[in-house]
């Protein structure tokens, strides 16, 4: 029996003792389909961390808010500049700056595009 072979009939032990394989011999199409549900789950996760992450923006209170108006805005055609109207979703927020030579703190409100007519922009 050769490595790969000796490789291919032995489980990890770390995934025969989760329960994810059982003991003795393992088939590559066993590993895969395993691999399969790890990779679906991970994609889940990192869906679910983006909704997390929208709900988070949506979200106002003192650190942030979230403010969707109407504004005209220039898109480019080709040679030509348009002006049109769009729904744009920002969220706002506050830095606070120490004025070196003055002391004096200075807050500069700051804020991001998250969406553009419904859609989110990043």
Known sequence: MNNEQKAHSLPSASLVQNGMLGEGTVTRKQIEALIASKKQTIQQFKTDIIQLERQALLMS???????????????????????????????????????????EVITIERSQVVRVDGNWYW
Request: proline share 0%.
């Open 61 to 103: 209170d003192e650190e942030q808010w979230f403010t969707e108006e109407n504004e005209m805005v220039t898109e480019k055609d080709g040679r030509k500049k348009n002006r049109v109207e769009r729904l744009i979703g920002r969220v706002h927020w506050n830095e606070n700056f120490k004025d070196e030579s003055t002391g």
